[in-house]
């Protein structure tokens, strides 16, 4: 097989000058994402490039470097939230027993929810940059979830019928605008729901010694 210069430079040894380039460019990456996230809450996914760059730290020709469509730094917002929803589910199961840990990821999914929200107009375009993100989040997300509900259900702590899909449609909706302002209001009903998975259910007993 003939190698490309791309195959022979990435198999080269890295200088620490190109470490050091490659780390600066993840940081300026990493800076954009936050920030676009933080300027979508507030302004919607049209807001200008420049308030973005601004509140990155960084100069407009970097974010085109990065991200040379709006539809890419739009796609790559929503994966990385996508991902941080799912890699707390882990770190939830690490900390915390079955129960605790479910019902902590389903208030983490409602601040994924709020956050998705000001990304929901690009979303929803038709933009075909944002075809893959469905099958990414349910990927990503459902076994993230699956992996609590089933802890949960061996321990005793919710009950066994659970769909995953279904809780996650059911916590979507529950965290839907309403005409209630309060700002924990999707907090409060979706602890309701967990109450109600709780429902019927006792502890597993550990064997008599």
């Not at 210069?5 to 780390?23: F, G, S, Y």
């Not at 601004?54 to 939230?81: H, M, S």
Request: proline letters at 6%; aromatic letters at 6%.
């Amino acid at each position: 097989m003939v190698k490309t210069t791309q195959d022979i430079e990435a198999q080269a040894p890295q200088t620490p000058a190109k470490r050091r380039v490659r780390a600066d460019a993840q940081r300026s990456s990493d800076a954009l994402l936050k920030a676009a996230l933080e300027v979508f809450k507030t302004s919607g996914v049209d807001a200008p490039v420049r308030e973005i760059a601004e509140k990155a730290g960084v100069g407009i020709g970097t974010v085109y470097r990065n991200f040379p469509q709006r539809a890419d730094l739009v796609a790559a917002v929503f994966r990385q939230e996508v991902d941080r929803c799912a890699a707390a589910a882990s770190q939830l199961a690490a900390e915390y027993g079955p129960g605790d840990a479910l019902a902590k990821w389903l208030q983490r999914y409602v601040d994924f929810l709020a956050a998705k929200r000001g990304l929901a107009k690009a979303l929803h375009s038709g933009d075909p940059a944002f075809e893959a993100l469905p099958a990414y989040f349910e990927g990503n997300l459902k076994p993230a979830l699956e992996s609590l509900l089933l802890r949960a259900a061996a321990a005793g702590e919710v009950r066994k019928d659970v769909d995953s899909l279904e809780l996650l449609g059911a916590v979507t909706g529950l965290s839907m605008p309403t005409h209630d302002k309060r700002p924990d209001h999707a907090r409060r009903m979706v602890a309701l729901l967990v109450e109600g998975l709780r429902h019927g259910t006792s502890p597993t007993l550990d064997p008599a010694p």
